[in-house]
T-cell receptor, first 114, second 114 residues
Framework: AQSVAQPEDQVNVAEGNPLTVKCTYSVSGNPYLFWYVQYPNRGLQFLLK??????LVKGSYGFEAEFNKSQTSFHLKKPSALVSDSALYFCAVRPKTGANNLFFGTGTRLTVIP | DSGVTQTPKHLITATGQRVTLRCSPRSGDLSVYWYQQSLDQGLQFLIH???????AKGNILERFSAQQFPDLHSELNLSSLELGDSALYFC?????????????FGQGTRLTVV
């Protein structure tokens, strides 16, 4: 069965500092990996995805994520956090075979402190 | 704006009632997914349609049903509503079925059952 773990419910970081939001997954084979962000009273917005190739993928708003096959992780990172980055972040996976839907983690609330 | 339109944005109804949530996918997208977001369950996949055909079911109750019409819009029908059905219901669309395609989410319908 597929599962996605976001071990931290809450991450606090000071503005200007680097941020990391963690994600690990358990999926048979190599899945497609995604990050989404949800602002209050809004839908989920796509940030970035890993399909194949370079383990470091770059996405919207200066975010990037690193795929680590041996650790089955796909951590979201940003070199310098902005107050406007404060939101709920979801990691998601889609297996390469079988189900076509996205399986989501439980979300991590990021708060950037001015 | 993701291009996915959901109506209504808010819905308040009584227990035992039936409601219909509507989703218009992005132009050209053939896949529609429905998700339920609640505080205790996170984002749960309900059902997936591709070009009018049901492709996969997730944690969808028997009281819930959905369909995708020839113009590709989709409706999620919730009947015999219970207090526990109160949640945010999201529709997402993508151009293809699964693979590495990201899904684009609507802003959701917030259902409150009283």
């Amino acid at each position: 069965a597929q599962s996605v773990a976001q071990p931290e419910d809450q991450v606090n970081v000071a503005e200007g500092n680097p941020l990391t939001v963690k994600c690990t997954y358990s999926v048979s084979g190599n899945p497609y990996l995604f990050w989404y962000v949800q602002y209050p009273n809004r839908g989920l917005q796509f940030l970035l995805k890993y399909i194949t190739g370079d383990n470091l993928v770059k996405g919207s708003y200066g975010f990037e994520a690193e795929f680590n096959k041996s650790q089955t992780s796909f951590h979201l990172k940003k070199p310098s956090a902005l107050v406007s980055d404060s939101a709920l972040y979801f990691c998601a996976v889609r297996p390469k075979t079988g189900a076509n839907n996205l399986f989501f983690g439980t979300g991590t609330r990021l708060t950037v402190i001015p | 704006d993701s291009g996915v339109t959901q109506t209504p944005k808010h819905l308040i109804t009584a227990t035992g009632q039936r409601v219909t949530l509507r989703c218009s996918p992005r132009s050209g997208d053939l896949s529609v997914y429905w998700y339920q977001q609640s505080l205790d369950q996170g984002l749960q996949f309900l059902i997936h349609y591709y070009n009018g055909e049901e492709r996969a079911k997730g944690n969808i109750l028997e009281r819930f049903s959905a369909q995708q019409f020839p113009d590709l819009h989709s409706e999620l029908n919730l009947s015999s509503l219970e207090l526990g059905d109160s949640a945010l219901y999201f529709c997402a669309s993508s151009v293809v079925e699964g693979a590495g395609a990201e899904a684009f989410f609507g802003q959701g319908t917030r259902l409150t059952v009283v």
